[in-house]
């Protein structure tokens, strides 16, 4: 996958500064983003604001306002032209199964991972995608 920019969601600061400073180890070249919940990301996809190309998004499930759940089923209602090209992988601290089997149930979703985020993790999941 050669993504054009990526998204990092979470509501939690030190986490999105966690994920964007793994991330620019391995993905250098990469532009980043980082939203609070997972409404400000839906709008920035409904906005279009970015490349239009592949959209890398580190999808956070426990947030206010809009969970990564409920992103994930508003994202499901878009038309295919705005999110064929958005690839999640979900970065949560929840370890109940039911959150996992719900998040592999949407068609965006391409890798689960348990917080805390390390970059050994993040670049098995990234290989597996065929980074």
Sequence with gaps: MSWKDCAIV???KFDRF????ILARLLPQLPKKEFQTGKEILEFVDSGNYSGDKLLVLLDLNMPEMNGHEFLDEL???PSSKTDHI???IVTSSSLREDKE???ESA???A???KPILLSNLQEI???MDV
């Design 10 to 12: 979470d509501d939690n």
């Design 18 to 21: 966690i994920c964007d400073r």
């Design 76 to 78: 499901a209602k878009f």
């Design 87 to 89: 690839d999640v992988v």
């Design 102 to 104: 719900r998040s592999e």
């Design 108 to 110: 965006f979703v391409k």
């Design 112 to 114: 689960y991972m348990s």
């Design 126 to 128: 990234l290989d597996e």
